[in-house]
Each structure stands twice: as structure tokens, then as C-alpha cells.
């Protein structure tokens, strides 16, 4: 029997956009990071690691840039007086934000800002912050020297022992109307929650509630709107703060921000990676795909500025996180995301990150059985093509379209299609150019699975595509991964008599057995024993494998996981096939022991119907010799104890009619072999008669 084998839906993907920092000065600059590595699972999980980026420029006034650079010495002797003239005058407001300007400026040099902030720097800036609330010059400055001095993880921790976070968080409620002081506030905080150990403190004392009433306050200043954003992109980074955020409304702060400004590109790409951060968490979907007018501004975006690359790339992995929830990817199709999505990859064609960014959101969006079709509809599949074929050097490319495809191939039609247009070529393809990438290998093989489901894949699934399944596996023998999708599609093609010839020339009983003495996952050896089983159909292959040590194998991964059921279970049926209609693969099984591994299975899990049932039919199949060979698996069935193993079968499973057969037709056979002299080799487990 070939088995019809089936896979469950595939993981979605998530992703936030890196942290970030900066430094407090208004003509400095942040460059931007570089995207997280995406997290495939179907909970709220998320990558926890901050990105790091690099700084540039220092910050500088009229005065500093007189100096020009200054040395190590100097700006230590600054720092000393102007710390010593703060604590000697903490009321004297002018003294104290002039004081905070200076440090601002001294910290712009890299070398000093630690020595700076351990010397007191952090301190009276902080000092300052909480006597002068109602000033907005101190608040200002104290917020621009505190951005400087975090840069440093030393300081940015005294920072937030010595109560800095909270300080900053009153100086924008205090001065909400001040631009300048949110503005300088959120990169405080953006550059604070940059360390992780500052985000839960900054959460508890009301960071992401400051950042939503700034943004709501100043929708039309783009500088506070960046920062704002920046500052919610890092306190999103780690999971523990998401809840927080999402209560604070983020969601709906960043939305009103993109609806304020449609022609700010700076401000629209900014504002989808906030929401691919804000993502993250149930909450937030659902207050933004919840409503079709929140899901028409994403769109809207998109489709106003279709030039832009950061812009488009950002939408996309808003659109990533935001069809983590199934019942929001029809809302999205709706809204004419999927649309935006294929017309971004047609305008940036050489964007490698757009491509890779937007095919993932493709498979997310797409997964669902009434969001699938939309990609057809949109003659999307021909774009993914042209992506996989123009990126066939990027991996990153390369396993995100194959995630894409996974998404489509749900039905006959359209895996014809996709074979019709060579898409079997551009997967083996893309796996040929990157061999040692082990992820591209996996989710190649689960394509190749699914284009294996056609009823026709004799012709589907060329030789090609089955020599580089194998050549895969064999690459990455360690991998999981590789080795479970690779046994997917052996299994399925297998299910074909024409192909069971090809994959054993190929290699494909090789490999399998080669997973089944490696790997120790139920879930691999489930899939490691289809593959055989089916492979083993077909007689050629059953010897193939007695001869590569399938035998051996199989008793061993008996032997190994008694306390497994669902490997007991498909190793007994493996078994049952590889010794069908063999005697000599039969007296193989019988000098090895196999019918004592196929009763302690047996024992081992009496109430299970799948061991019970498999266990039956392999003892049934060992004791029946196709050349008239006297029988010696009889005696030594009944010398272990197989009739009461049987007996108990019967009695468990009195509703089973088909145990109910195999344990009847068992029980006619044992009786039937004629025990002469017996000799018992305990090292074999084998009765032997003389």
C-alpha cells in the first residue's frame, strides 16, 4: 500500500525592524539597521535581540565647531567644571541648561562620553531635569545631553538607576505642547530603550503612553514623528513591554500620524515600521485590520508613494505582522493589499530586499483557502518567477519565494500552471545555487512536496527535481528540516508506481535510511518510515534496502524509542514492508531479533491500536515464507510469548474488527509449526530447530 500523505498549514512570518539610536543634536543622523532575521512561528513569539547600528556625525554648535576637534584632556577639564558649577548652583535655572548644553556638546566626543556620565555628567543632568520641570530650556537640554550620554551602555544603565527614564517621561507630560521638547524626549528615549534592560523600567513608568500623547500632539511636526516612531520601534524589541505598548494605543497613534501626512515619505516609512513593531501583539492587529478605513491609509500609502523603496519595504513587513492573524488576510485582500504587494515588487525589481520582503508577506497574506487565490488574480505568480529567477544568488530571496509559492500550490489547477511555466525548474534551480544553505534546501523540498500532491507528477516532477532532493539531504544529513521535507516528497512521489524505480536508482532508500540511524525526533522518523514504506512497494527496493541496512536500521529505531508510540507504530509497518514477499529478508529480521522488538512494542503500548495493528501485520507477514522454507518465525513467536501478546489484543480491542482479523489469522498460524529439539541463542534472539 502507498501512502496518501498530507501536510498542515505552513508557519507565518514575523519580523520588527532593528533598534535603533542616535545622537540628541538637530543636525545629527541615525543610520538605519538593517531587518531582523524573520521569527516563523504562529504565536506572538518575537525576536528579542537588538539590532546595533552605527552613529555618524558628532553633534556640534557654532562654538564647538570653532574649536574644532577636541582632545581627550581638554573635554575631560570641561566636563569637571561644568559637573562642579551644576552642583554648586542646582537652582540657577540659566546655569543649569547652559550646563546641559555644554555636556551635550563635550559627550558628542566619543572618547570621553563614558568618563563624562561616571563623573557626574549623568547625574546633574538628571538633578537638573527633576528641580527645573516647569523650564523649557533645562527640560530641552537635559533631554539632548541624556540622548548623548546614553549612546554608552554604562551610562545608559546609571541613566536609569539614578531615575533618568521617569525624567524624561515628565518632561514631555509637563511640556506637551513644546515641540521641541517632545522631540528631544522621544530620541531620549528612543537612544534609552536602545539597551534592553531599559525597556521593561521605561515601559513601567509610562514611556509608550508619552510617545502616543507626542504623537497625537504634533502630527504635523515631522521631526517629532520620527522620533516618536524610533523611540516605539525599541521599546517594541522585546516582548515583555508589547502589551504595554499596544494598551497605550500605538496603533492607532501611528495611523492617525500616516492620515495626517499621505505625501511625507520620510514620515509614511517610519510609520510602517512602527506598526510592523506594534504588530507583534493581537491588540494591535485587530484595532488596525479590524477597520477597513485603517487597513484603506496602509493601502493608500502604498499606492501613493509606489516610487519609494524604503516606504514600499516598510509596508511590507507592516503587512507581515499584521496577516500573522488569519481573520485579518481576507480584510487585507479586500483592501487591495495583495495588489500593492505584487505592483511594489513589479516597480523594484533589483530591490533584493523588496523582493525578499514582499514575497514574505505574500505568504502570509495568501495563507488562507479564501485569500490564496488572489495572488492568480493578480498575475502575481509570474512576478514571484521573475524574483526567484533575477535573485537566484540571494538566499534570502530564494527561501522566501519558495514560502511565497507554498502558499499558492493548494490546488490542481494551479500546480499545473506553475509547472507549465517551469516554476519546478526555477526551485531546483534556486536549490542548486545555494547547496549549503540549509534553509533554502527545506523549503525547496516542501515545494517540491507540493507540486509532488498532483495526481500526475510522474511528469510533474522531473529526475532533476528527485536528484536534487537527495543530493539535498545527503548535503545536510544533521538538518531536521531537510531531512523531514525530503522525506515528505520522497513519500508522495513514492505514491506513484512509476517514480519508485526512479528514486531508488536516485538514492532516495539510501538516504532515508541513512535519517533513520541519525535522527531521533518522532516527527522525523514518522516522516523517515513513510518515505520507506512507500519506496518499498516496489520489490527492487526492498532488497536495495536489506542490502544498505534497512533491516538493521529499522530494528534499531525499534529498539532505541520504546517509548515512543508513533515511531513503534510506522517502524513495525516498515518493517512489515521491507519483509513482504522476502524470505531472505524475513530470516534477516528473524537473526536480529526483530519478532522480541516487535512483541515489547507490542507490550509496551497494549492499548494502542496503531502498534497493535502494525505489530500484528508484521508478525504475520515474518511468519508466512513464500519458497516453502519450514517456518522458523512460528516457534519463535509462540517461545516469546506471541499468542498471549495476541490474546490481549483481541480482548482490547473487541470493537476493532480489523485487529480482531489480523489477530485471528495469527493465532492460525502458531500452532501450525511443529517444535522439534530447541535450541534458544540469547544473543540473537532467534529459536532455532534442529
Request: aromatic share 4%; hydrophobic share 45%.
Given at each position: 500500500l502507498a501512502l496518501n500523505l498530507s501536510l498542515g498549514a505552513s508557519f507565518v512570518l514575523r519580523t520588527k525592524r532593528g533598534c535603533l539610536r542616535g545622537m540628541g543634536a538637530n543636525n545629527s543622523h541615525t543610520e538605519k539597521s538593517d531587518h531582523s532575521a524573520a521569527v516563523t512561528a504562529a504565536s506572538a513569539t518575537t525576536d528579542t535581540t537588538p539590532r546595533t547600528t552605527t552613529t555618524t556625525t558628532l553633534s556640534s554648535t557654532s562654538s564647538a565647531t570653532a574649536r574644532g576637534t577636541p582632545s581627550t584632556e581638554f573635554n575631560s577639564k570641561d566636563a569637571k567644571a561644568v559637573i562642579a558649577a551644576m552642583r554648586a548652583h542646582p537652582t540657577n535655572e540659566r546655569v543649569q541648561w547652559r550646563g546641559c548644553n555644554a555636556i551635550r556638546d563635550l559627550t558628542a566626543n566619543e572618547a570621553v562620553r563614558e568618563s563624562i556620565g561616571q563623573e557626574g555628567g549623568v547625574e546633574v543632568v538628571v538633578a537638573a531635569l527633576r528641580a527645573h520641570q516647569s523650564s523649557v530650556n533645562v527640560q530641552e537640554w537635559g533631554c539632548r545631553a541624556l540622548c548623548n550620554l546614553s549612546i554608552n551602555n554604562a551610562n545608559n544603565i546609571l541613566l536609569a538607576r539614578l531615575g533618568g527614564i521617569a525624567a524624561v517621561v515628565v518632561a514631555m507630560q509637563s511640556h506637551e505642547k513644546s515641540t521641541v521638547v517632545q522631540e528631544q524626549g522621544c530620541w531620549a528615549l528612543s537612544n534609552i530603550a536602545f539597551l534592553a534592560e531599559n525597556r521593561a523600567p521605561a515601559a513601567a513608568v509610562g514611556a509608550a503612553e508619552a510617545l502616543v500623547a507626542a504623537i497625537h500632539s504634533h502630527l504635523t511636526s515631522k521631526l517629532v514623528l520620527d522620533r516618536a516612531f524610533r523611540a516605539m520601534i525599541n521599546l517594541c524589541a522585546t516582548g515583555g513591554e508589547l502589551l504595554r505598548v499596544g494598551g497605550a494605543g500605538s496603533a492607532v497613534a501611528v495611523i492617525a500620524a500616516m492620515r495626517a501626512n499621505p505625501g511625507e515619505a520620510t514620515v509614511q516609512e517610519w510609520a510602517f515600521s512602527a506598526l510592523a513593531a506594534v504588530a507583534t501583539i493581537a491588540e494591535n492587529r485587530t484595532s488596525i485590520a479590524g477597520l477597513p478605513a485603517n487597513l484603506e491609509v496602509i493601502v493608500?500609502?502604498?499606492?501613493?508613494?509606489?516610487?519609494?523603496?524604503?516606504?514600499?519595504?516598510?509596508?511590507?513587513?507592516?503587512?507581515?505582522?499584521?496577516?500573522?492573524?488569519?481573520?485579518?488576510?481576507?480584510?487585507?485582500?479586500?483592501?487591495?493589499?495583495?495588489?500593492?504587494?505584487?505592483?511594489?515588487?513589479?516597480?523594484?525589481?533589483?530591490?533584493?530586499?523588496?523582493?525578499?520582503?514582499?514575497?514574505?508577506?505574500?505568504?502570509?497574506?495568501?495563507?488562507?483557502?479564501?485569500?490564496?487565490?488572489?495572488?492568480?488574480?493578480?498575475?502575481?505568480?509570474?512576478?514571484?518567477?521573475?524574483?526567484?529567477?533575477?535573485?537566484?544568488?540571494?538566499?534570502?530571496?530564494?527561501?522566501?519565494?519558495?514560502?511565497?509559492?507554498?502558499?499558492?500550490?493548494?490546488?490542481?489547477?494551479?500546480?499545473?500552471?506553475?509547472?507549465?511555466?517551469?516554476?519546478?525548474?526555477?526551485?531546483?534551480?534556486?536549490m542548486q545555487a545555494h547547496p549549503t544553505n540549509e534553509t533554502v534546501q527545506s523549503k525547496g523540498c516542501y515545494t517540491l512536496f507540493l507540486f509532488s500532491e498532483q495526481a500526475d507528477s510522474t511528469s510533474s516532477v522531473s529526475r532533476g527535481a528527485i536528484d536534487m532532493i537527495i543530493k539535498s539531504m545527503r548535503a545536510h544529513p544533521l538538518s531536521a528540516t531537510v531531512q523531514d521535507q525530503g522525506?515528505?516528497?520522497?513519500?508522495?512521489?513514492?505514491?506513484?508506481?512509476?517514480?519508485?524505480?526512479?528514486?531508488?536508482?536516485?538514492?532516495?532508500?539510501?538516504?532515508?535510511?541513512?535519517?533513520?540511524?541519525?535522527?531521533?525526533?518522532?516527527?522525523?522518523?514518522?516522516?523517515?518510515?513513510?518515505?520507506?514504506?512507500?519506496?518499498?512497494?516496489?520489490?527492487?527496493?526492498?532488497?536495495?534496502?536489506?542490502?544498505?541496512?534497512?533491516?538493521?536500521?529499522?530494528?534499531?529505531?525499534?529498539?532505541?524509542?520504546?517509548?515512543?508510540?508513533?515511531?513503534?507504530?510506522?517502524?513495525?509497518?516498515?518493517?512489515?514492508?521491507?519483509?513482504?514477499?522476502?524470505?531472505?529478508?524475513?530470516?534477516?529480521?528473524?537473526?536480529?531479533?526483530?519478532?522480541?522488538?516487535?512483541?515489547?512494542?507490542?507490550?509496551?503500548?497494549?492499548?494502542?491500536?496503531?502498534?497493535?495493528?502494525?505489530?500484528?501485520?508484521?508478525?504475520?507477514?515474518?511468519?508466512?515464507?513464500?519458497?516453502?522454507?519450514?517456518?522458523?518465525?512460528?516457534?519463535?513467536?509462540?517461545?516469546?510469548?506471541?499468542?498471549?501478546?495476541?490474546?490481549?489484543?483481541?480482548?482490547?480491542?473487541?470493537?476493532?474488527?480489523?485487529?480482531?482479523?489480523?489477530?485471528?489469522?495469527?493465532?492460525?498460524?502458531?500452532?501450525?509449526?511443529?517444535?522439534?529439539?530447541?535450541?534458544?541463542?540469547?544473543?540473537?534472539?532467534?529459536?532455532?530447530?534442529?
Open positions: 493608500s500609502s502604498m499606492r501613493t508613494h509606489r516610487a519609494n523603496v524604503a516606504v514600499q519595504q516598510q509596508a511590507c513587513i507592516a503587512l507581515i505582522n499584521f496577516s500573522v492573524s488569519e481573520e485579518h488576510r481576507e480584510a487585507l485582500v479586500t483592501a487591495g493589499a495583495m495588489e500593492e504587494i505584487l505592483e511594489t515588487m513589479r516597480r523594484h525589481p533589483s530591490s533584493e530586499a523588496v523582493q525578499r520582503d514582499a514575497c514574505r508577506a505574500i505568504h502570509n497574506v495568501a495563507n488562507h483557502r479564501r485569500t490564496c487565490g488572489s495572488v492568480r488574480a493578480h498575475k502575481g505568480v509570474e512576478v514571484i518567477r521573475d524574483a526567484l529567477v533575477r535573485h537566484r544568488d540571494s538566499a534570502s530571496v530564494q527561501e522566501k519565494g519558495f514560502a511565497a509559492l507554498g502558499a499558492i500550490l493548494v490546488d490542481t489547477e494551479t500546480r499545473q500552471m506553475l509547472c507549465q511555466m517551469g516554476m519546478i525548474e526555477v526551485v531546483v534551480a534556486g522525506c515528505w516528497v520522497i513519500s508522495s512521489l513514492a505514491m506513484h508506481a512509476e517514480n519508485r524505480l526512479l528514486l531508488g536508482e536516485a538514492g532516495a532508500v539510501e538516504v532515508a535510511i541513512a535519517a533513520l540511524k541519525v535522527h531521533t525526533s518522532a516527527s522525523v522518523l514518522e516522516r523517515v518510515c513513510r518515505a520507506l514504506i512507500n519506496c518499498f512497494v516496489f520489490a527492487d527496493n526492498r532488497v536495495l534496502g536489506a542490502r544498505l541496512g534497512g533491516i538493521e536500521a529499522i530494528l534499531d529505531t525499534l529498539r532505541k524509542h520504546l517509548d515512543q508510540a508513533v515511531v513503534i507504530e510506522w517502524a513495525n509497518r516498515a518493517l512489515m514492508y521491507i519483509v513482504a514477499s522476502n524470505d531472505e529478508n524475513k530470516q534477516a529480521t528473524l537473526r536480529l531479533g526483530g519478532v522480541r522488538l516487535l512483541l515489547d512494542g507490542m507490550r509496551a503500548y497494549p492499548t494502542h491500536a496503531g502498534v497493535q495493528e502494525q505489530g500484528l501485520s508484521a508478525l504475520s507477514y515474518i511468519c508466512e515464507f513464500t519458497q516453502g522454507t519450514k517456518c522458523f518465525a512460528c516457534a519463535c513467536s509462540s517461545q516469546l510469548g506471541a499468542r498471549a501478546v495476541v490474546a490481549a489484543a483481541m480482548l482490547e480491542f473487541a470493537s476493532n474488527s480489523t485487529i480482531q482479523t489480523k489477530c485471528a489469522k495469527l493465532l492460525q498460524m502458531l500452532p501450525r509449526m511443529i517444535l522439534e529439539e530447541r535450541v534458544i541463542d540469547e544473543s540473537e534472539g532467534l529459536l532455532a530447530v534442529k
